[in-house]
């Protein structure tokens, strides 16, 4: 018999896909927790510990994957020429913004600026 916290875990994995809201009074029985799966239209396979829908309808949802599902993702890593194709973009559109705001350049604090980076 799946415990309390797995059956929770294998909700919440499962919401990825669905919803089915657990009720704050329901999250440490195990009994209100299966009513609920069973109210949804899904059944809990204790031996397989995993739901599956009464109809056929889409995936059914292991312990294994729920615990998969949970992990944070992996952040991509940029490649060197997306970052050199980004850092282009930026300096497009900064060159743009000032040829289209040339009276930009006539202003004091960008003087004072240009003259220090010399």
Not at 3 to 12: C, D, M, N, Q
Not at 22 to 50: F, G, T
Request: hydrophobic letters at 30%; glycine letters at 2%.
């Amino acid at each position: 018999m799946l415990t309390a916290p797995e059956l929770v875990k294998l909700i919440k994995a499962h919401n990825i896909l669905s919803k089915i809201t657990i009720p704050n009074k329901a999250k440490n029985n195990v009994n209100e927790l299966v009513k609920l799966i069973e109210s949804k239209n899904y059944s809990v396979d204790h031996k397989k510990k995993s739901i599956k829908p009464k109809v056929k309808r889409g995936k059914k949802i292991t312990l294994k994957q729920a615990e998969e599902l949970d992990k944070p993702k992996p952040k991509k890593e940029k490649t060197e020429a997306q970052k050199e194709k980004t850092k282009d973009n930026q300096r497009k559109k900064i060159i743009k913004f000032i040829l289209d705001n040339t009276d930009i350049l006539n202003d004091p604090e960008i003087k004072e600026l240009h003259k220090g980076l010399k």
